[in-house]
């Protein structure tokens, strides 16, 4: 019997990013698949984090317990940190458009939205300063006053380096999602 949802590499379905009739659509959902490099480094800092906890079980067992809980500490940390690494991305629901950072959380409602569309443009490369040439999914907003925002969804961002078609299924998606809630 053959499990497709543990293969990582298994050719392409429409019908996986489309909401099945019964799927709650109020319920916030990203959609695409987190990229190969935002889930390698998740998976790097739980395994440093697992390092950190069993030398937290030392100390504590040779040493004083302060010591032992800020080494915990530290651990949580790193775990909180490879989880919220995890979460970031584009989240859609019937409400809005949500786009969770590290540190932030900006979340638009559909009936503030003009339009979402794909531009070329310079985009920073893994989140880093250097810049490349490549496409952002922009939101633009109705207010005019709004600040501008960064993109939504970069081909050259963690989930999408080196995966093009990823990204154009995903910013199909989000605007697909805009063209249903924008209307009512």
Do not use: K
């Not at 099945?20 to 109020?26: A, F, K, V």
């Not at 950190?52 to 010591?67: D, K, Q, R």
């Not at 960064?150 to 963690?158: I, M, V």
């Amino acid at each position: 019997m053959p499990l497709p949802f543990l293969t990582a590499d298994r050719a392409f379905d429409a019908a996986d990013d489309v909401a099945l009739p019964y799927d709650d659509r109020d319920l916030w959902r990203r959609p695409y698949r987190p990229g190969p490099w935002r889930v390698g480094v998740a998976a790097l800092m739980l395994l440093l984090a697992s390092f950190v906890l069993f030398s937290a079980i030392i100390i504590a067992a040779t040493e004083s317990l302060s010591s032992a809980g800020v080494v915990f500490g530290v651990a949580v940390v790193v775990i909180a940190c490879a989880l919220r690494l995890l979460r970031m991305g584009a989240w859609v629901s019937a409400h809005g458009v949500r786009h969770v950072g590290f540190l932030s959380t900006r979340t638009v409602a559909w009936q503030q939205v003009t339009s979402v569309r794909t531009v070329q443009q310079p985009v920073r490369w893994l989140g880093l300063p250097r810049t490349v040439q490549g496409q952002a999914l922009l939101l633009v907003r109705r207010d005019p006053s709004a600040q501008t925002s960064r993109p939504l969804l970069t081909s050259h961002n963690a989930d999408f380096l080196a995966r093009e078609g990823a990204f154009d299924r995903a910013a199909d998606a989000v605007e697909a999602w805009a063209g249903e809630y924008r209307q009512g």
